[in-house]
């Protein structure tokens, strides 16, 4: 079946530094992935999509790779901020449109 | 600009009762329609998806099911709830065409008593 694979640990960052969380996923070929923020008591919040011909994708300080051999994507955040403090997750998407599945995300603390 | 509206924002229910949350998009038409739970501390657990009135596709089998009567409207309904029902329960949606991002709703909190 397919497995969507998030580090459970919470990522406990300085401020300043570049936070790096980790997707793999088995079982599938996902056309895209999609990252997501979401905070406590909250719904998430979409943040980037990347497709399976792009290597990399940017916005601001958000960086996203997919590399499809290795089956995995990795979400940086440059000069990282306590604002960034949230939890952090991937959902690859297959060739149908219809539904994408969302992994169990990694928590993301950022200390002043 | 487009909205999806959740509601309520927290319920409390006793095991038996039924249930029913309401989701409704506004400022699209043909939206995909998705209801999510998340245990607590879990990841999201996709239960129902619609691409168009009527039609639905359940993605879990439990005592759950959803109905879209409507264009912008996705219904989540229990019949009789039983604790593990309990959990943050979450309505998105997307662009019907093409790869595009969820929008979520602001969640139902629901614990069964």
């Known amino acids: 079946s397919q497995k969507i694979e998030q580090n459970s640990e919470a990522l406990n960052i300085q401020e300043g530094k570049t936070a790096t969380l980790t997707c793999n996923y088995t079982n599938y070929s996902p056309a895209y992935l999609q990252w997501y923020r979401q905070d406590p008591g909250r719904g998430p919040v979409f943040l980037l999509l990347i497709r399976e011909n792009e290597k990399e994708k940017r916005k601001e300080r958000l960086k996203v790779t997919f590399d499809t051999t290795l089956k995995q994507s990795l979400f940086h955040i440059t000069a990282s901020q306590p604002a960034d403090s949230a939890t952090y997750l991937c959902?690859?998407?297959?060739?149908?449109?219809?539904?994408?599945?969302f992994g169990s995300g990694t928590r993301l603390s950022i200390r002043p | 600009s487009q909205t999806i509206h959740q509601w309520p924002a927290t319920l409390v229910q006793p095991v038996g009762s039924p249930l029913s949350l309401e989701c409704t998009v506004e400022g699209t038409s043909n939206p995909n329609l998705y209801w999510y739970r998340q245990a607590a501390g879990r990841g999201l657990q996709l239960l129902f998806y619609s691409v168009g009135i009527g039609q639905i596709s359940s993605e879990v089998p439990q005592n759950l099911s959803a109905s879209r009567p409507q264009d912008r409207q996705f219904i989540l309904s229990s019949k009789k709830l039983l604790l593990s029902d309990s959990g943050f329960y979450l309505c998105a949606w997307r662009k019907g065409n093409g790869v595009y991002g969820y929008t979520f709703g602001s969640g139902t909190r629901l614990t069964v008593v």
């Open positions: 959902a690859p998407g297959g060739s149908s449109a219809s539904k994408i599945i």
